[in-house]
């Protein structure tokens, strides 16, 4: 287990698969590829030493642990979207 701190684009990754349900949806959600996100979940989960999401024909359906990874990015995106809104224009 290889242990580390999970970036902010990890973060976004889980966030973007759990909203989405499924690899392409993610893809779409981020621009980037199907293949791109699903390298990425798998390093996440390789890092974390969790499976974050169980994999069905019909989607990707969190576990608990995934559940409580999207529910902490979820927080972290909205915190920084009130920072960046109350420094908009603070410099202008």
């Not at 580390?4 to 392409?24: E, H, P």
């Not at 915190?79 to 809104?85: D, H, L, P």
Request: aromatic share 6%; net charge neutral; proline share 3%.
């Amino acid at each position: 287990m290889n242990e580390q701190a999970l970036a902010w684009d990890d973060y976004r990754f889980v966030l973007a698969v759990g909203r989405a349900g499924s690899l392409n949806g993610a893809a779409k959600l981020l621009t980037v590829s199907h293949p791109t996100v699903f390298r990425r979940i798998n390093a996440i989960e390789r890092s974390l030493g969790a499976r974050l999401f169980e994999r069905a024909r019909e989607g990707y359906a969190p576990t608990p642990t995934g559940e409580e990874v999207i529910a902490v990015a979820a927080e972290i995106e909205t915190r920084i979207a009130a920072t960046e809104r109350r420094l908009a224009g603070l410099d202008a």
